[in-house]
């Protein structure tokens, strides 16, 4: 049963990290190297943690260079023998996604709510309705949204994903921090060619993916709207879903949050993997 389930049993344990000091740069070489949007930090030479880095932190801090200015320090983390249920508990209570697993003062793995996700609940156990789980206040920007508003929309609501909708109130996409790091060679080139000349800014090398910062290095986004970039992978659910199916689709879309919709496609609500670990705590 999943009750006797510990950390250990579904951590990443050939954990990526970074080191402190270092830059900007050199972390998001690794963030793109190996695909992962968040990153321990350890003291340099040890497995000492001494913070956690995300994409969103860059988002937030556009203006630091150093590791240690932009990642959170003394980030929460867990036993790799503590219960699933226990980490469930502190990423709902904490509202977070990741928990650096430390035994003996050491880094050993990482847990992530996409883990719990995808390499439990998707197993045939879990045949609960999504119903009760299910985010009834629905955060949805217009597909015409400029890049630069949706953003500033997730930065004050901190979500990580925004629905997308049109002007027939259909559901067309998601929008993401991942959609804007994916898409960063678009918003680079809309601004290289017409405000290089005139206005010394400093570029952030994301290899070819490369956002630019202008002027103050205030983060500057297109105006452009969202739907350019924005993920149209949409698959939706109903209340009657079970989670493990639901687990099961956010996994093969590779994505945090699925639409819910009634028996006549009615959007009535949204229902992310942050919702479903929630069933761990009943």
């Given at each position: 049963m999943y009750e006797k389930l510990c950390v250990k049993d579904l951590m990443t344990k050939n954990v990526i990290y970074c080191e402190v000091p270092s830059t900007r740069t050199e972390v998001?070489?690794?963030?793109?190297?190996?695909?992962?949007?968040?990153?321990?930090v350890v003291k340099k030479g040890t497995r000492k943690l001494v913070g956690l880095i995300t994409r969103f932190s860059f988002l937030e801090k556009p203006s630091e260079?150093?590791?240690?200015?932009?990642?959170?320090?003394?980030?929460?983390?867990?036993?790799?023998?503590?219960?699933?249920?226990?980490?469930?508990?502190?990423?709902?209570k904490h509202n977070i996604r990741y928990l650096p697993v430390i035994d003996q003062d050491e880094l050993v793995g990482i847990i992530t709510i996409s883990d719990i996700v995808y390499k439990l609940l998707t197993n045939g156990m879990f045949n609960y309705p999504i119903r009760e789980f299910?985010?009834?206040?629905?955060?949805?920007?217009?597909?015409?949204?400029?890049i630069n508003v949706a953003w500033k929309i997730m930065e004050l609501?901190?979500?990580?994903?925004?629905?997308?909708?049109?002007?027939?109130?259909?559901?067309?996409?998601?929008?993401?921090?991942?959609?804007?790091?994916?898409?960063?060679?678009?918003?680079?080139?809309?601004?290289?060619?017409?405000?290089?000349?005139s206005v010394e800014g400093q570029e952030w090398d994301w290899d070819s993916l490369t956002i630019i910062y202008i002027g103050s290095k205030k983060l500057t986004l297109p105006e452009k709207p969202i739907s350019e970039i924005m993920s149209r992978?949409?698959?939706?659910?109903?209340?009657?879903?079970?989670?493990?199916?639901?687990?099961?689709?956010?996994?093969?879309?590779?994505?945090?949050?699925?639409?819910?919709?009634?028996?006549?496609?009615?959007l009535i609500g949204v229902i992310s993997d942050f919702n479903l670990i929630q069933f761990l705590l009943k």
């Open positions: 998001l070489s690794i963030m793109k190297k190996h695909k992962v949007t968040c990153l321990p260079e150093q590791t240690a200015l932009v990642m959170m320090r003394n980030p929460l983390h867990i036993s790799p023998s503590s219960s699933i249920k226990d980490a469930a508990h502190l990423f709902v299910v985010e009834r206040k629905v955060l949805a920007v217009w597909d015409a949204t400029p609501s901190k979500v990580p994903t925004l629905l997308v909708i049109n002007t027939r109130l259909e559901v067309v996409g998601t929008f993401s921090i991942s959609d804007i790091f994916n898409h960063a060679d678009i918003i680079m080139s809309e601004y290289k060619s017409s405000l290089k000349a992978k949409v698959n939706v659910v109903r209340e009657e879903t079970p989670i493990n199916q639901c687990a099961k689709k956010m996994r093969d879309l590779d994505t945090h949050l699925l639409p819910v919709v009634d028996i006549n496609g009615n």
